[in-house]
């Protein structure tokens, strides 16, 4: 049974920094992806990243605030979130998808439970 399991959430004020990580129990070959939803809207593409870090993309709405990484070794995937804006907040998702990275939920096939974001203003 595949598990993603995220952490890292938290309540922070505007300009602040989180980092939030993902712990996989897929074994290899697989990209990873931060999606967030917030109250009444659809989720949304964040950032991906490819198995081997090469490859990363960005929603416009958080380019050059936020980095994607990875540890493939402890089979980890974060989201260093800094800058933080109130209109972040949301619950955030990681994903994994057996494909390459992408930036459409239908991408994906296993996810995380989320873990919550506010940021005040």
């Known amino acids: 049974q595949v598990q993603l399991v995220e952490s890292g959430g938290g309540q922070v004020q505007a300009g602040d920094s989180l980092r939030l990580s993902c712990l996989s129990s897929l074994r290899s070959g697989y990209s990873m992806g931060w999606f967030r939803q917030a109250p009444g809207k659809e989720r949304e593409f964040v950032a991906t990243?490819?198995?081997?870090?090469?490859?990363?993309d960005y929603a416009d709405s958080v380019k050059g605030r936020f980095t994607i990484s990875r540890d493939n070794g402890k089979k980890m995937v974060y989201l260093q979130m800094s800058s933080l804006k109130p209109e972040d907040t949301a619950i955030y998702y990681c994903?994994?998808?057996?494909?390459?990275?992408?930036?459409?939920?239908?991408?994906?096939?296993?996810w995380g439970q989320g873990t919550p974001v506010t940021v005040f203003a």
């Open positions: 990243i490819s198995w081997s870090g090469a490859n990363t």
């Open positions: 994903a994994a998808s057996l494909g390459g990275p992408g930036t459409d939920v239908l991408g994906y096939r296993y």
